[in-house]
């Protein structure tokens, strides 16, 4: 596996080692489950709902992780203590290797958007493939490699998924919505990683009485679409300038702006409120 730590410090199994002397990455070759959570002002973001992620991957994939919730949350603090970071991303690993179970720590360097993508919109392609297990997060190499390579070359951010009848499931590291005649669609939860973003941003969906309809969406029904968004931990919610050739004014679109928002401000008083316990 690739050594991504970056900063300072990792923890592998309760222990601080330095990013530089371990050899750790090289023997993570078995089954791998993993979570990405966003540090904002030394705070893990929505931490309790990732780590209950990762366990119900864990619980999918038919292994078991003894980390406690907590035990998890108080390392990644000592993390951001030792490696003096307070906005980055978090990388959790659990992992077997020669039956021996290996959970990891460590930052990693996220791929955030610049502010044009904000206020322009992303490019995407259209990538035909599906993760095999929706439901887990789980570290594969060789498919986010191909991925990654289509994606480079169309000069593109993210690649959204289509599986062999045509719909459009999800994109390769986020999950994603259509505006379509004033109604809100994003793919059915059974065919895709529930992202912690996407549950909020139903959430935000509901609260503010926007119409929103979990169903298959079709590549055809491209042409048709107002607009588009994806949502993930790295990205927040990020509009979509184009699809292929097909460009989309999804940024100036007023849904888009008051779904981001919304959800900008759940960001802000989860820290908030995270600060004031950690403080108490
Ligand atoms: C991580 C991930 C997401 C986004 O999940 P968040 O919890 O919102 O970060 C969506 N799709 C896939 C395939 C992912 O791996």
């Not at 300072?8 to 050899?23: Q, R």
């Not at 089954?31 to 990762?54: C, N, Q, W």
């Not at 998890?72 to 179970?101: A, F, G, R």
């Not at 065919?191 to 979990?214: F, P």
Request: with cysteine; glycine share 6%.
């Amino acid at each position: 596996m690739k050594r991504e730590a970056v900063s300072d410090f990792l923890i592998v199994n309760h222990k601080i080692h330095s990013t530089e002397n371990t050899d750790i990455f090289d023997r993570i070759k078995g089954l791998s489950i993993y979570e990405v959570l966003r540090i904002t002002d030394g705070v893990p973001l929505f931490a309790e709902e990732h780590i209950k992620r990762m366990k119900r991957s864990a619980g999918l994939a038919g292994v078991h992780i003894r980390k406690t919730e907590m035990e998890i949350i108080e390392e990644i603090s000592i993390l951001v203590k030792k490696n003096q970071c307070k906005d980055i991303n978090v990388k959790l690993i659990w992992t077997l290797s020669e039956e021996k179970e290996f959970f990891l720590i460590y930052f990693i360097r996220p791929e955030y958007p610049n502010q044009d993508a904000y206020t322009r919109g992303i490019h995407t392609i259209l990538f035909q493939g599906e993760r095999k297990k929706p439901h887990i997060k789980i570290v594969c190499g060789s498919f986010r490699e191909k991925i990654t390579k289509a994606r480079k070359k169309a000069g593109a951010y993210e690649a959204l998924l289509v599986d062999e009848r045509g719909y459009i499931t999800e994109g390769s590291r986020s999950n994603i919505f259509f505006l379509k005649k004033g109604k809100i669609h994003t793919p059915p939860s059974g065919t895709v990683l529930l992202g912690v973003t996407r549950e909020h941003v139903v959430g935000i969906c509901n609260t503010l009485k926007m119409e929103i309809s979990e169903a298959p969406f079709h590549i055809d029904e491209i042409s048709e679409i107002e607009g588009a968004f994806i949502t993930g931990t790295t990205v927040d919610v990020l509009p979509i300038g184009s699809v292929d050739n097909k460009k989309i004014p999804s940024a100036s679109h007023s849904a888009v702006q008051k779904i981001a928002e919304h959800y900008d401000k759940e960001v802000k008083a989860y820290v908030a409120r995270r600060k004031k316990r950690n403080s108490a």
